[in-house]
């Protein structure tokens, strides 16, 4: 049972929306984002929570990677394109 998941590219608006649902939903969120496109503001609802971690990093970087990995079930990669409609999402268990 999934019950601990990441979101990679969290901050973003796409990303946002999902950690909000999935917080909603009852899951416990990790997020991995360095911030070179999503904003913390999208997130700060969340700071604080119990059920909800922020990792700040790349997912270029395999120890960031491992970093957040380490305690999650289940991850989603969330990819947004700036200039137009675009976003890809994929999930692993």
Do not use: Q, W
Not at 33 to 38: E, I, K, P, R, V
Not at 41 to 49: C, D, P, R, T, Y
Not at 70 to 93: H, I, N
Request: charged share 25%.
């Amino acid at each position: 049972m999934v019950e601990r998941v990441l979101v990679t590219g969290g901050a973003g608006f796409i990303g946002s929306h999902l950690v909000d649902g999935l917080v909603s939903g009852g899951f416990d969120v990790v997020v991995l984002d360095d911030f070179s496109g999503g904003r913390r503001e999208n997130l700060s609802v969340h700071f604080g929570g119990s059920n909800f971690c922020l990792v700040e990093g790349d997912v270029r970087v395999k120890a960031d990677v491992e970093k957040a990995l380490d305690v999650v079930d289940a991850y989603l990669r969330v990819t947004e394109k700036r200039k137009g409609l675009y976003a890809m999402f994929t999930m692993s268990s």
